[in-house]
């Protein structure tokens, strides 16, 4: 749509009762620099009555993206961030209230005075003095009252709904299933190149300092004569699993195309396994045919090589088995990742496969997930803030992993 203006013409120029927006994490918004894909569905909303935006990782932008989508929804309810932001500050206090009315359990004073506060639009005086009176039948009306003002005032109430693993059946379990192999010579002395390239601070300023997590990458941008494949320990380790597995379908998701492409190739020239690729430089019907490929039953690929953009758009609940080719430092993108497969529909228990190299910037990223955020066996509702928080801090501590410094 951004990229044809005659077809938006001709959207926002029809009458339209629905406008469903899905991956809607992707419209990102500044107040100075708002995306174009944002400015367009913005004036759609402004003309269509219905509009549904879906995503899993509402923050992954930032918060004020966050609140820009939200706006979309009901600007008239969120018309200022930081009035946004003061709203949130006092979201202990309304759960507080809250939680004490829905469990049925005498308000304490401050409770009472913190519900007088908030729903000081309306006088509730005589609410409360009803639900302190024992013999009142009406005390559940009451509270459920309460909350419902409550949740229409001071939540997202009837704009934000968040399904959550708790409240909704049929979702499968996760095993981690994890190898730790050596890093190969030459990865290491690209490294080591790098890390002489510039002071500490210096270093996590450059482009290429991601690349610590995708070692190939940064081996591969000196244009070395041999191919990353022929010695990164993670193809053999690819091989082996997919001959254990026999006929069964893996989903292998990676940060970069490049890897994908390369991966794809040494595989059907070394051992004849049929594969496809799916990355953001194929056309949508190259995309739709890599995914048939693999879906179908008969003569099809027993696996998908994946970059980034395929943790995004796709399900495939039908395959058991991930293969983390690397991992991302973005908590929100390991749960994309991982949830191409767990989704409602899936039948069996998600295997995630992570191999990763040993005493290095990945090993310490593994053990951030498996043992700080606990991301691989369970959804981490917290991952975005956390990252948010010390995503800084994560990266110097995978520089100084790659130079022996702690």
């Given at each position: 749509m951004t990229k044809n203006p005659q077809w938006y013409d001709e959207l926002i120029n029809e009458d339209w009762d629905l406008m469903v927006v899905d991956e809607a994490h992707h419209l990102n918004y500044s107040q100075d620099n708002p995306s174009i894909e944002y400015q367009c569905i913005d004036?759609?909303?402004?003309?269509?009555?219905?509009?549904?935006?879906?995503?899993?990782?509402?923050?992954?932008?930032?918060?004020?993206?966050?609140?820009?989508?939200?706006?979309?929804?009901?600007?008239?309810?969120?018309?200022?961030?930081?009035?946004?932001?003061?709203?949130?500050?006092?979201?202990?206090?309304?759960?507080?209230?809250?939680?004490?009315?829905?469990?049925?359990?005498?308000?304490?004073?401050?409770?009472?005075?913190?519900?007088?506060?908030l729903l000081k639009e309306s006088d509730i005086s005589q609410q409360l003095i009803q639900l302190n009176d024992k013999d009142n039948e009406q005390k559940e009306n009451i509270r459920s009252q309460l909350v419902s003002q409550l949740l229409d005032r001071h939540g997202t109430g009837r704009i934000l709904?968040?399904?959550?693993?708790?409240?909704?059946?049929?979702?499968?379990?996760?095993?981690?299933?994890?190898?730790?192999?050596?890093?190969?010579?030459?990865?290491?002395?690209?490294?080591?190149e790098f890390m002489?390239?510039?002071?500490?601070?210096?270093?996590?300023?450059?482009?290429?300092?991601?690349?610590?997590?995708?070692?190939?990458?940064?081996?591969?941008?000196?244009?070395?004569?041999?191919?990353?494949?022929?010695?990164?320990?993670?193809?053999?380790?690819?091989?082996?699993?997919?001959?254990?597995?026999?006929?069964?379908?893996?989903?292998?998701?990676?940060?970069?195309?490049?890897?994908?492409?390369?991966?794809?190739?040494?595989?059907?020239?070394k051992e004849g396994i049929r594969s496809a690729v799916f990355h953001e430089g194929l056309s949508i019907f190259e995309r739709d045919?890599?995914?048939?490929?693999?879906?179908?039953?008969?003569?099809?690929?027993?696996?998908?090589?994946?970059?980034?953009?395929?943790?995004?758009?796709?399900?495939?609940?039908?395959?058991?088995?991930?293969v983390l080719f690397d991992l991302p430092s973005n908590p929100d993108l390991l749960e994309q990742r991982i949830g191409r497969l767990d989704r409602i529909g899936q039948t069996e228990v998600i295997r995630l496969h992570v191999p990763y190299f040993e005493d290095s910037a990945q090993a310490l990223l593994f053990d951030w997930y498996k043992q700080g955020l606990q991301a691989f066996e369970h959804t981490c509702v917290t991952g975005r803030v956390v990252y948010e928080t010390?995503?800084?801090?994560?990266?110097?501590?995978?520089?100084s992993a790659q130079t022996g410094v702690t």
């Open positions: 004036q759609l909303a402004q003309v269509i009555p219905g509009v549904l935006l879906l995503t899993a990782t509402p923050d992954q932008l930032g918060h004020e993206s966050h609140f820009a989508r939200l706006r979309l929804l009901d600007p008239d309810r969120f018309f200022d961030y930081n009035k946004f932001i003061e709203e949130e500050s006092h979201y202990s206090e309304v759960a507080d209230a809250a939680n004490a009315l829905l469990e049925g359990i005498k308000l304490s004073s401050s409770q009472e005075s913190t519900l007088s506060d709904f968040r399904n959550s693993r708790n409240s909704i059946k049929g979702f499968p379990a996760r095993e981690t299933h994890s190898a730790a192999l050596t890093m190969p010579e030459q990865y290491q002395e690209a490294l080591n002489l390239s510039d002071c500490p601070e210096g270093l996590a300023k450059k482009a290429q300092a991601k690349y610590v997590f995708t070692p190939e990458m940064l081996y591969g941008l000196d244009n070395k004569a041999e191919a990353w494949t022929t010695f990164d320990p993670r193809v053999d380790y690819l091989i082996d699993l997919l001959k254990s597995l026999k006929k069964e379908k893996v989903l292998v998701i990676c940060a970069h195309a490049q890897t994908a492409i390369d991966l794809e190739a040494v595989l059907r020239i045919k890599a995914a048939a490929y693999f879906a179908q039953d008969e003569n099809s690929a027993q696996l998908l090589l994946c970059s980034e953009i395929g943790s995004e758009g796709r399900n495939f609940q039908f395959a058991h088995h991930l010390y995503g800084e801090q994560l990266l110097s501590l995978a520089l």
